[in-house]
Every structure is written in structure tokens, then in C-alpha cells.
């Protein structure tokens, strides 16, 4: 049976006042919850705070201020320009995103609010859908020694593309320091509570880290009520020296929980039960965030605020930012090709795996996003769920890994709730391409992207077969054999129909690493310590251009393959160029893993090609076949599968 640890202490918590909002009350076992209501509000919303430096040495400061001309001391709360001197928030984290707040919210002006010292100039900037500048309005400041001063600008003219920001300037001697900086809106007539829910499986330290940065930025956190961690590792957080400190900083707010590993569905959806399950208002909101990102807090008041000010509820999602290059944008907003099993793909005008430090190629302006856009669903790395939607669609499917985010957006859009990208609400996330496609995790993503497919597309069989097709070809030509059969294992769990996903996908998981451990390829080595290789024969071969008649080659490689013919009889391949065209002309290929840790050794094997072609044809024979009568069972178990009970019961509670 799972446990639970209520502010990290089992069967216990600081208790409120009843009759106060969000105060805790007794549950069912006895158990002290918090329990969500709306709130009126104390003073003005705050939308984001004017930052100057991020919350880690590694993050470039110039993604929150960019010191334009002269010298400036920028801190986290702060800023001191010297005679001279020009610092720029036209920034990533800088910009209020006014094309999002005019088009999404009813919030028609935007105050900023700052503690002034010295001389010098304030003034709001804006930008269009094209990214050319124009002043809102100034302040020219004299004498000042804490003042508080106030700028306001117009929600307006932005519905296509634009972003609002503070410039500062000294002219010679004077001196300047801002602090403090406030982008508030006008509150709503009650405050929406907001929980955080982060899964977490043997990453404690990571955990432990954002828990830290939560508490260490409370005080700005105004509409959080509650942090959910629903731990499902051997490995626990609670282990930690620093547990202690966390739960004593985040008091009652903090609920930590244990329970069997259901994956990230499992582990972000225990959030959106717990919420679910002790709120007195719907107008209550669940904010999923990974454990392993580095977290910038200022994520929560963006979002929330946002929420808080939508003209109706919207699924609002913050952007991914590459952890391992901390300047890169992974997105500006994606949507999934449903029918053809892909997802992240970004939508028109979107920054892609951009350098926001950097200019555009083309029209050698920075790299801001400008354009608004319309994102088909956001990762949860970060990502708000209002509890209307929650009513209206049900929980997430019981998924495991993977698709899980699609899928409840656009089931949720499907019934009128849109998900949105919000510009400037980032987190930093491990960058995907330097995770490799051939593990266990790829059986999910196939699975499960085309049970997705089936629910929200026309499912057509055909183009499905084919994409599935031209996959399991790669795959058999690539020699790898693993990959082969996760995909073959994944089409035919999806035909088993949704009992597949009646105990949340534990069985699967177990059964996929261990049909994976019987390939060798699946394996990571040492560069030095291939098994069977000399280090000093595995000489780097490198790749030909993409061929130019791709069909020529692929029927040439292919009969080259089933006659067992190959140029190369054993070379190191780099991680991209791996491709098809070219792994399939060696007998044995060393391949380097996308982590760029080690490699994979792939062997051709051609009793094993043929096995494996001739299983996937068969299950993709069956998927045409039948693929229309398995979508309808998908759809009659949908109520079910996504309802509290069914959570209820793989929570085993």
C-alpha cells in the first residue's frame, strides 16, 4: 500500500482555521488535506516580476537584462547603471508576452511598479508582430532614494504579435539603480488556488533542488497554495539531509507523497486527484512540473496569473528551455501530427532550437518570438491544468510515459478548452536530442501515440501502415533489431485493446526491457571496453550525403541486406550520421549514443532481420485489418479508464 507524509509528516500537518481560505481539514482516513477555495484579493495581480539575473550561474543574465551600452551591475532583484549606461529588458524573460494577455485574458493595461534610486530614465518599450520597437511611455527620474515609481501601458494593438518591456538609461552623471520591478494587472474578483504537482522517481536530488527554489521564493509565490510531490522511486527524496529544511520552510503547503510507479501519468495526475478530491470551487488550478528541471519560480506567478486572468479557462503551458545550452529556446509551441505518430512539431512562425542570445539568419533581428501562436499541446515540463477542465474531460489515460500531454490536450481541446505557449514562462529541461531513441521508453511512445491517434484523428490504416512500414524498414537496415521489436510489441499491445492499459502500463514496462535485454544493440559500452573489439580497430567511416533518389537506394540496400552483402566490415559511426542509407552497408557498426556517454555496437544478423520483418508484417497486416474495430473499444473505455475511480484504484486507496 502506498504511504502518505502530509507536510512531510505522516498522519499530520499544521492545522488552519476551517472557516479560512484553503485552510486543512480531516479527510476520510483521517488525514489532514488542504482544501481549495477561491479567495478575494489583497492587493493588484502580480503578471511576472522584472528579474536581472536568473537563478543559476549557469543561466546567462542577458536573457533577463541585456546591458545595451556603458556598465551596469545586474542582480536577481536588481539593477545599477553607471554614468552612461543603457540596460535593456527586450529579453526572453524581460518581455511581458502583450499579444497572448491581449488575445487570451481581459487584462487591458499592465502596470509596472519599481524602487527607484539616483537619476535616470525609465521607459516602457513595445514591439509589433514584425519585431520593430516603439516607446509606450517614460519617466524621467531625478533625486530619487527609494521611490516608487509607476508606469502603466495599454494592452492594445498587439493581437497579432508584440511584447511589452522596460528600458533604463543614465545620461553622464548620473547614477541608477532599480529594484523591485512589478508587472501587476488588475486582480479578478477572486483568486483561483493553484497547486504544483511534481512527479518524481529516484531523482531526489533534483527534486530536493526545485522544492528548494519553491521555498526559497515564497514570499513571491502569492497565489500557491499547495506543492504535491508524488514520489514513486526506491530512492526517496525524503531521504535527503535538506527534506527537513523544506518541509520546515514550506509548512502545510508542502504534501509529499508515496506510491507505486505509474509513470508520469501516474505521478502528475496523483496532482490533479488530490485537488480534485478536496476543493470547495472549480476555479482551482494544477501546475505539473518535471523534477529534473532547473527551475526558474518565476514560472508559477506568470502562469497563475495568467490563469487568473483568462477570459475562460485555457490550458496554459510554459516553454522548454535546452538545460545543456541554457540560451536555446527547444520551441516557441508545437502541435503532433496525429495520424503519422508525431509529435513536437513546431507550428508555423515558431523559434525552433533557437539561440536566444542570438539573430535570425535571415532578417538578422534577435530572436524573439514576436508572432503569436497556437500551440496544439505543451509538454508538462510545465504546464497549468484548470479544474474545469478536469470536470468536463476526466483525468489523464493511465499511459505510463509518454503521449500523455498530447492526448489530454487535445481532448481538451476537442471539448473547448485551448491550450496555450506562453513566451517568456520557461523552465530549463535535459535537450532531447541528446537523449537516444533506441531505449524502452520508445515502446510508450509508439503505443501510445497511436491509441492518441486513434481517439483524436481520422485513424486512417492505411497511412498509419504505411508510416509504420517505413519505420520497421529503418530500423532492420539500421541493424537494430531492439528497436524492431519494441516497435512490433507496441502495435500489437495497442491491439490488445485497453486492457493493456488497465494496470497503468507496470506490466508493459517490465515486459519491454526485458524483451529488449535479448538485443545486444540496445546496450551501452565504453568506447574502450566494447566486448569482442579492440579499441585500436574501430576507425570513424563517415556518412554520404542523403541520397537523391531515396527509393533506388532503399530497394538497393535492402536486397544488399537479404543477400547478406556490406562494404564495411566493422567502423565507427558519430551519432548523426547513423542513417539507414548508411549503417546498412556494414557487417558490424559501433554507433555513439546520442548522450554522448558511449556506444552501441550493431551486428547484422540476418536470421534475425528476417524473423522480425516477418512478425511486423504480420501485426501491421492485423493493424489494417482490424485497427478500425480496436479504435471503437479505445473510445467505449475512455469514461472509464479516465475517471476518478479507476485512479482511485490504481492508486490503490
Not at 21 to 43: C, I, K
Not at 78 to 107: H, I, M
Not at 152 to 162: H, P, R, S, T, V
Not at 618 to 625: A, G
Request: proline fraction near 5%.
Amino acid at each position: 500500500m502506498p504511504g502518505k507524509a502530509v507536510a512531510g509528516q505522516p498522519g499530520g500537518a499544521a492545522v488552519k482555521d476551517p472557516a479560512a481560505p484553503n485552510g486543512t481539514r480531516p479527510d476520510a482516513s483521517g488525514e489532514e488535506q488542504t482544501v481549495f477555495s477561491e479567495r478575494a484579493p489583497q492587493d493588484r495581480l502580480l503578471a511576472q516580476r522584472g528579474l536581472f539575473a536568473g537563478p543559476s550561474d549557469v543561466v546567462s543574465k542577458d536573457l533577463y537584462a541585456e546591458v545595451t551600452l556603458g556598465v551596469a551591475a545586474r542582480h536577481r532583484a536588481g539593477v545599477t547603471l553607471e554614468p552612461s549606461a543603457k540596460v535593456s529588458g527586450n529579453t526572453y524573460f524581460g518581455r511581458f508576452p502583450a499579444s497572448y494577455w491581449q488575445r487570451w485574458t481581459t487584462a487591458d493595461k499592465v502596470r509596472v511598479e519599481a524602487t527607484v534610486s539616483g537619476d535616470g530614465l525609465l521607459t516602457i518599450g513595445a514591439s509589433d508582430v514584425e519585431g520593430e520597437p516603439r516607446v509606450i511611455t517614460a519617466r524621467e527620474i531625478t533625486g530619487a532614494d527609494g521611490t516608487q515609481v509607476t508606469l502603466e501601458a495599454k494592452i492594445d494593438k498587439f493581437y497579432d504579435g508584440g511584447a511589452l518591456w522596460l528600458d533604463l538609461s543614465t545620461e553622464t552623471g548620473q547614477r541608477l539603480t532599480v529594484q523591485n520591478v512589478r508587472w501587476t494587472v488588475d486582480s479578478p474578483a477572486q483568486i483561483r488556488p493553484t497547486a504544483v504537482t511534481i512527479c518524481t522517481m529516484n531523482r531526489a536530488d533534483d527534486c530536493l533542488s526545485n522544492l528548494q527554489a519553491l521555498a526559497g521564493d515564497l514570499s513571491s509565490l502569492e497565489t500557491l497554495d499547495a506543492i504535491y510531490v508524488a514520489d514513486q522511486g526506491t530512492d526517496r527524496v525524503e531521504t535527503r539531509d535538506g527534506f527537513a529544511q523544506v518541509v520546515k520552510d514550506l509548512g502545510d503547503k508542502l504534501h509529499y507523497i508515496t506510491q507505486p510507479n505509474l509513470g508520469g501519468a501516474g505521478g502528475f495526475t496523483r496532482g490533479l486527484y488530490e485537488v480534485a478530491g478536496h476543493t470547495e470551487t472549480e476555479h482551482a488550478n494544477v501546475l505539473f512540473m518535471d523534477d529534473d528541471v532547473l527551475l526558474e519560480p518565476d514560472l508559477v506567478v506568470r502562469l497563475t496569473a495568467f490563469s487568473n486572468r483568462a477570459a475562460n479557462p485555457i490550458i496554459v503551458g510554459g516553454q522548454m528551455l535546452n538545460l545543456l545550452h541554457p540560451d536555446q529556446l527547444h520551441v516557441g509551441a508545437e502541435y503532433a501530427r496525429l495520424n503519422t505518430l508525431e509529435p513536437g512539431q513546431p507550428v508555423e512562425h515558431s523559434l525552433n532550437t533557437a539561440d536566444l542570445l542570438g539573430v535570425d539568419e535571415e532578417t538578422g533581428k534577435p530572436n524573439r518570438q514576436e508572432r503569436r501562436l497556437d500551440a496544439g499541446y505543451n509538454g508538462w515540463w510545465s504546464c497549468l491544468i484548470p479544474y474545469e477542465v478536469v470536470k468536463e474531460i476526466g483525468y489523464p489515460l493511465p499511459f505510463f510515459f509518454q503521449w500523455d500531454d498530447a492526448e489530454y490536450s487535445y481532448r481538451a481541446r476537442g471539448k473547448g478548452f485551448p491550450t496555450v505557449t506562453l513566451p517568456g514562462a520557461g523552465v530549463w529541461h535535459a535537450d532531447f536530442g541528446w537523449k537516444d531513441w533506441d531505449e524502452w521508453h520508445r515502446y510508450f511512445n509508439l503505443r501510445n501515440s497511436i491509441i492518441t491517434a486513434a481517439l483524436h484523428s481520422p485513424f486512417n490504416l492505411n497511412l498509419l501502415s504505411r508510416v509504420l512500414v517505413a519505420q520497421l524498414v529503418r530500423y532492420l537496415l539500421g541493424m537494430q533489431y531492439g528497436l524492431s521489436a519494441t516497435l512490433i510489441k507496441a502495435v500489437e499491445d495497442f491491439l490488445e485493446g485497453p486492457e493493456i492499459l488497465r494496470d497503468g502500463g507496470v506490466a508493459a514496462m517490465k515486459e519491454i526491457r526485458r524483451i529488449r535485454e535479448e538485443y545486444p544493440e540496445t546496450k551501452r559500452h565504453k568506447a574502450t571496453e566494447v566486448p569482442g573489439i579492440a579499441s585500436a580497430d574501430i576507425g570513424i567511416i563517415n556518412s554520404a550525403p542523403r541520397p537523391s533518389l531515396q527509393r533506388v537506394i532503399l530497394l538497393k540496400r535492402i536486397l544488399d541486406r537479404v543477400l547478406g552483402k556490406h562494404r564495411f566490415g566493422l567502423g565507427a559511426v558519430p551519432n548523426d550520421e547513423a542513417n539507414w542509407w548508411h549503417i546498412s552497408l556494414f557487417d558490424t557498426a559501433v554507433v555513439t549514443d546520442a548522450s554522448q556517454e558511449g556506444v552501441r555496437v550493431r551486428k547484422y544478423d540476418r536470421d534475425r532481420m528476417f524473423e522480425l520483418g516477418k512478425r511486423g508484417i504480420k501485426v501491421l497486416q492485423r493493424l489494417r485489418k482490424e485497427g478500425a474495430a480496436v479504435q471503437e473499444q479505445y473510445k467505449r473505455a475512455m469514461p472509464e479508464l479516465t475517471s476518478r475511480d479507476n485512479w482511485t484504484r490504481l492508486y490503490e486507496l
